[in-house]
T-cell receptor, first 113, second 116 residues
């Protein structure tokens, strides 16, 4: 079974630009979550999507948005990039049960200059 | 209050020895899941082991075991016979099922270094 894939793996953007990150979950997984990981803040939850609907959202500004398609693939968008948005963005998928673990993708490392 | 607390920022262990990584959690739910993940320097989060709140026996997966003490709200990870490849960051996590969906909480991690 193929794992979670994320594209691109690395990205360099300039302040003020916008970026879109993509995540393809494991086949059969309908829940997709996004996380931001930085050395200072650790792993922070961005949002969770299930069946094309955002179910939970972390404490991030509205510049961070996402969506999920009917095939469960998800995209995350960050507009008006700031230097502080430089981070590893991790996507994770899981079955929609409390007793199932999340499987993570390799992440997208975003650098904002 | 922190949902997941990992009090050991860094740990060292001799190769072939066992090591315990601490994790305590905070929840008022009866149904939840506890997980441990490993993150090598490459960045990918690797699932290691899972424990359900209703599981009476401690979970084990190869050299990994989870010491689950529900009354104390602790879920420590035990790695037996440490290997050099075990050097990585280790994260404890909890999954709660909310009215609107699922919420995962992660600890700040413990950096494990295995010494030859």
């Amino acid at each position: 079974k193929a794992g979670v894939t994320q594209t691109p793996r690395y990205l360099i953007k300039t302040r003020g630009q916008q970026v879109t990150l993509s995540c393809s979950p494991i086949s059969g997984h309908r829940s997709v979550s996004w996380y931001q990981q930085t050395p200072g803040q650790g792993l922070q939850f961005l949002f969770e999507y299930f069946s094309e609907t955002q179910r939970n959202k972390g404490n991030f500004p509205g510049r961070f948005s996402g969506r999920q398609f009917s095939n469960s693939r998800s995209e995350m968008n960050v507009s008006t990039l700031e230097l502080g948005d430089s981070a590893l963005y991790l996507c994770a998928s899981s079955l929609d049960r409390a007793y199932y673990e999340q499987y993570f993708g390799p992440g997208t490392r975003l650098t904002v200059t | 209050a922190q949902k997941i607390t990992q009090t050991q920022p860094g740990m060292f262990v001799q190769e072939k020895e066992a090591v315990t990584l601490d994790c305590t959690y905070d929840t008022s739910d009866q149904s939840y899941g506890l997980f441990w993940y490993k993150q090598p320097s490459s960045g990918e989060m690797i699932f290691l082991i899972y424990q359900g709140s209703y599981d009476e026996q401690n979970a084990t997966e190869g050299r990994y075991s989870l010491n689950f003490q529900k009354a104390r709200k602790s879920a420590n990870l035990v790695i037996s016979a440490s290997q050099l490849g075990d050097s990585a960051m280790y994260f404890c996590a909890m999954r709660e099922v909310t009215v609107t969906g699922n919420q995962f909480y992660f600890g700040t991690g413990t950096s494990l270094t295995v010494i030859p």
